[in-house]
Structures are given as C-alpha cells and as structure tokens.
C-alpha cells in the first residue's frame, strides 16, 4: 500500500545532540510537510517543500533544518536539541499545492534528556 | 493569523450517545475544511473534508459535518457513538489563497472518551 513512513517512531536524544528524524513515501507526491506537535496542542506547520523548494514558515526556529534528496524521502534535522523541542513530528504529504488533504505518517515522538 | 478553535477538548460519552464536537475558524476568505481522527497509537486519518457544494457533508464511519459560513463553522457529528469512536478528533482548515501551496491550520484537538 502507498503509505508516508517515519522513522524512527521513538527517538531519544541528549539535550543539544543533534538528530535526524526520517520520512519516506510511496505515493509520488510533490509536496512533503513536517508538523511538531506538543501535548494538548494543534500540530504546528515547521516547513514543507513543493518538489525541491523549501518553505520554511516564520515562526520556525533556525534550529530546525530540512533536506529533501529526492521525491521519496525528507528528512529533519535538528541542530541542538533542547527540552522544549520534545514532541511528535509529524511528516504529511499532498499530491500538489492544491490538492485533497494530506497523508500523514504515524509521527516520531522525540524525548530529549 | 488564522486560527482555528475546538472548544471541547475532553469529551466523555456513553455508547449510542449523541455527539456533537464544535470547530470555529478566523478566515474570511475561501476555505476548505476538515475532520481528522487519530486513533490511539495511530496516525491521522481523514474522517470527512468540505471543498464547496452541499455544506452537510458525510464522511467515513457514519460521521457528517455541517458547514455554517455565517458562523465560521464546520461542526462534527454522529447520531450514536461506538466505543471504537474513542480517539482524538482535529478539525483543519486551509484558507485557500490561490497559487501559493495552501497549507493545513490544525485545531488543538478534542479527545473523546466512549464509554461501553
């Protein structure tokens, strides 16, 4: 089945240790997203690219970094992990700008000790 | 800025009961709009979405929502709930700005309870 898959889906890192979390996908989209979502709140938009243009949205901290290598896969990297960048990231994707909803993968709750 | 608000967010029920999970959103342009469900351990999944046309829509799983534009809002509901409805609901907007990649404003979420 055409699937959005995380990787990997519990991450631990020490507090400014820089991790790499994964997203990969089958269905051909164009456009990938990643989401941060902290407890009891509405997952917030870090950035998405439209095939290999990056959009990274205002209010996203330049501690967050993404890079997309080809159609399929998506990374986020974020460079010094603090106590307040524990959350679920959720990785979503869209046929085109304009399309029906998204796909979402099932998300990597990262804890940082 | 746009927002969209769930005011509910823990909704406790008992099987065949009624719901009704309430979503307002601050845009005033073209919007498209819709209900997420995450089940637990799970990842979201789109429950119903409204583009244009009948603003009672039908969705999956015998959820419907109606769109109210003079109230800015898309309420979810299902007449008899089911223990296996136990999950969290998001309601997303995206106002559609034409061109640019129109992007997906979440609610904080409505974690309904369903009791056998």
């Known amino acids: 089945d055409a699937m959005v898959i995380q990787n990997p889906r519990y991450q631990v890192t020490q507090f400014g240790k820089p991790v790499t979390l994964s997203c990969s996908q089958t269905l051909n989209h164009n456009v990938m997203y990643w989401y941060q979502q902290k407890s009891s709140q509405a997952p917030k938009l870090l950035f998405h690219?439209?095939?290999?243009?990056?959009?990274n949205e205002a209010d996203t901290p330049d501690n967050f970094q993404s890079r997309r290598p080809n159609t399929s896969f998506c990374f986020l990297d974020i460079r010094s992990p603090g106590l307040g960048d524990a959350a679920m990231y959720l990785c979503a994707t869209s046929r085109d700008a304009q399309g029906d909803g998204y796909t979402f993968g099932s998300g990597t709750r990262l804890t940082v000790v | 800025a746009q927002s969209v608000s769930q005011h509910n967010h823990h909704v406790i029920l008992s099987e065949a009961a009624s719901l009704e999970l309430g979503c307002n959103y601050s845009?005033?342009?073209?919007?498209?709009l819709f209900w997420y469900v995450q089940y637990p351990g799970q990842h979201l999944q789109l429950l119903l979405k409204?583009?244009?046309?009948?603003?009672l829509v039908k969705g999956i799983k015998g959820f419907e929502a109606e769109f109210i534009k003079s109230k800015f809002s898309f309420n979810l509901r299902k007449p008899s709930v089911q223990w296996s409805d136990t999950a969290e609901y998001f309601c997303a907007v995206r106002p559609n700005y034409g061109g640019a990649t129109n992007k997906l404003i979440f609610g904080t979420g409505t974690l309904l309870a369903v009791q056998p």
């Open positions: 409204y583009f244009s046309g009948d603003p």
């Open positions: 690219y439209y095939d290999k243009d990056f959009n």
């Open positions: 845009y005033g342009g073209t919007v498209n």
